[in-house]
């Protein structure tokens, strides 16, 4: 198993940015897959981003491209999420989420139920 906690979260105004951690405790880093999602209140947990266990592939919602980049220190077992030009709806919850290597394809790494390890979370919120 792997355990998760992310940090990073905070107050920010519209435009502005933030960096979010997960740092990942347990068993081998690189055997995992990491995902973001978030979660908005009275709303579904949505995908945001996910890299691959080596750091060479990556998908991100469109609600995000371009905006958001998420990459991962494979020595430091970290992965990170890069949230630049915030919108007020990037208003969330964050989350990261770890997945067994196998399988990167989009409509695995933007499903919630393809990751069994989960964070508690970090609250982004972003004022206009």
């Known amino acids: 198993q792997v355990q998760l906690v992310e940090s990073g979260g905070g107050l920010v105004q519209a435009g502005g940015s933030l960096r979010l951690s997960c740092a990942a405790s347990?068993?081998?880093?690189?055997?995992?897959?990491m995902g973001w999602f978030r979660q908005a209140p009275g709303k579904e947990r949505e995908f945001v981003a996910a890299?691959?266990?080596?750091?060479?592939?990556?998908y991100y919602a469109d609600s995000v491209k371009g905006r958001f980049t998420i990459s991962r220190d494979n020595a430091k077992n970290t992965v990170y999420l890069e949230m630049k030009s915030l919108k007020t709806e990037d208003t969330a919850v964050y989350h990261c989420?770890?997945?067994?290597?196998?399988?990167?394809?989009?409509?695995?790494?933007?499903?919630?139920?393809?990751?069994?390890?989960w964070g508690q979370g970090t609250q982004v919120t972003v004022s206009s």
């Open positions: 347990g068993r081998t880093f690189t055997i995992y897959d």
């Open positions: 989420a770890a997945k067994a290597n196998r399988g990167f394809v989009r409509p695995i790494v933007a499903a919630t139920e393809s990751y069994p390890y």
């Open positions: 890299i691959s266990w080596s750091g060479g592939s990556t």
